[in-house]
């Protein structure tokens, strides 16, 4: 099973670049952020032509999350049960085979001086606590998506210059080692204890070519998908070119489950 998660910053601006991406890897399970669309404008047709359901649980202009499967989801749910009809649309969740899959995108927090920053790290406990609420402990769940967080040094471009800045500060750090406590692993990590990896550079000042990026994009397993995580990658091929997101996608491979013996 592949299962991969990308803000795509506008599926619609970014639609001919995933239709390709989606014929190339043919990944089974993802996770799109950014969507910045309503769901009855979703590109459903061009995805369903691919072999893929949608998923999609988006606004217009800002936000917005989608899962597309190969395989028909179930049990779908959209955003924190609590949430009120017009909150921002930043979680979607749904069951493809043995996998709970949740797409997430977590708020940027503009900086750790503004108001945005404290919501962004209680929407942060907030899917702590829905995970704890929805996940069973032995389950095998896939969060996938835009955490806005680069967890560890190894993350960022610049260790000094991000030091205690939005998206490295220590708060928001211990916040997503908070998730990893409850029962996560990062699965790119398994795999590339490495650093010098990242999944989104700015647009402006060259940053691409210049190396000057972070690693906020993770697909984080339960112990128990954890344990079949084969392989992790980012496909950073896709900052490039024409109109690329200013974030490249990331997969993560898992083998199936073992066979189930039922003793005689």
């Not at 990062?186 to 999944?199: I, M």
Request: charged letters at 30%.
């Amino acid at each position: 099973m592949r299962i991969a998660t990308w803000n795509v910053n506008s599926v619609r601006a970014r639609l001919p670049r995933l239709v390709r991406w989606l014929e190339r890897r043919q990944p089974d399970v993802v996770c799109l952020q950014e969507t910045k669309v309503v769901d009855e404008e979703f590109p459903r047709a061009d995805l369903e032509a691919l072999g893929y359901h949608c998923t999609p649980f988006g606004q217009k202009t800002y936000n917005g999350v989608a899962i597309l499967s190969r395989e028909q989801p179930r049990d779908t749910s959209f955003g924190f049960p609590e949430e009120a009809e017009g909150a921002e649309r930043r979680l979607v969740a749904a069951s493809i085979g043995a996998v709970r899959v949740v797409s997430v995108y977590v708020p940027n927090g503009k900086d750790v001086e503004h108001p945005a920053y404290r919501a962004k790290l209680a929407w942060l406990e907030r899917l702590r606590e829905y995970l704890a609420e929805t996940c069973a402990a032995s389950a095998e769940v896939a969060v996938c998506g835009d955490f806005n967080v680069a967890p560890d040094e190894r993350d960022v471009w610049d260790v000094e210059l991000w030091r205690g800045r939005i998206l490295f500060s220590d708060p928001e750090r211990a916040a997503f080692q908070a998730l990893l406590a409850a029962g996560f692993v990062d699965t790119f990590r398994l795999h590339h204890p490495e650093g010098g990896l990242y999944t989104w550079w700015d647009y402006r000042q060259g940053a691409f070519h210049r190396g000057w990026g972070l690693r906020i994009d993770h697909i984080l397993a339960s112990r128990a998908l954890a344990d079949r995580c084969v392989a992790a990658s980012i496909d950073r091929d896709e900052r490039k070119g024409e109109q690329p997101s200013d974030h490249a996608p990331l997969l993560a491979e898992f083998t199936a489950p073992a066979a189930r013996v039922d003793a005689n």
